[in-house]
């Protein structure tokens, strides 16, 4: 199975604040991979697939970038919803397998 | 708007059954992968497998021996059972709906997930 590694494994950061999280799979998957957003108690919410197609619904400050094996999530303007944990998931072969999760919390 | 909820046992006793049920409203089952995903804070989010609205099935390989994901479009509801669990398969288990894109599914609306905890 292919292996995705998230870094950092969590941060902290400040409302307004522009962050980047980073995916990395041990096997070139195309632009197949997707971003969650997860609070705690709940379900993940999908935010981007095809590694930079934005979700209906999920707001413009949010961005995905990347290609083969090296993907970004980069949330442009940090808001008090977005502190949360994030998940990356590779969809290029099965089974799909996920990140371990970068948590971004409140400095 | 599509709503998927989980139902069943909460408490498991090694070396039996988990059984699950995903009821799924608000929306039809056709050309949608019905996934069970399932996290803890041991082994992260793992795929368990799914079953598309045909019936047809895919697994993963860590679970092939022990899984069988099934539906019943009738009722708007599919199923998940896990057998011979042990500790290790305590989890929170969502239920997922999986939409084709391109290579494979992205899973755009899930259950609240239910806690399955195995213990005698």
């Known amino acids: 199975a292919i292996q995705m590694t998230q870094s950092p494994s969590s941060f902290s950061a400040s409302t307004g604040d522009r962050v980047a999280i980073t995916c990395r799979a041990t096997q070139a998957i195309s632009s197949y991979l997707a971003w969650y957003q997860q609070k705690p108690g709940k379900a993940p919410k999908l935010l981007i697939y095809g590694a930079s197609i934005l979700q209906s619904g999920v707001p413009s400050r949010f961005n995905g970038s990347g290609s083969g094996t090296d993907f970004t999530l980069t949330i442009s303007c940090l808001q008090s919803e977005d502190f949360a944990t994030y998940y990356c998931q590779q969809y290029y072969t099965y089974p799909p397998t996920f990140g371990g999760g970068t948590n971004v919390d409140f400095k | 708007q599509v709503q998927l909820q989980e139902s069943g046992p909460g408490l498991v006793k090694p070396s039996e059954t988990l059984s699950l049920t995903c009821t799924v409203s608000g929306g039809s089952m056709s050309s949608f992968y019905w996934s069970w995903i399932r996290q803890s804070p041991g082994t992260g989010v793992d795929w368990i497998g799914y079953?598309?609205?045909?019936?047809?099935?895919t697994y993963n390989p860590s679970f092939r021996s022990r899984v069988s994901v099934s539906v019943d479009t009738s009722k708007s509801q599919f199923f998940l059972k896990l057998s011979a669990v042990t500790a290790a398969d305590t989890a929170v288990y969502f239920c997922?709906?999986?939409?084709?894109?391109?290579?494979?599914?992205?899973?755009?609306?899930w259950g609240q997930g239910t806690l399955v905890t195995v213990s005698s």
């Open positions: 079953v598309f609205y045909t019936g047809s099935t």
């Open positions: 997922a709906r999986g939409r084709h894109h391109d290579s494979g599914p992205v899973y755009d609306f």
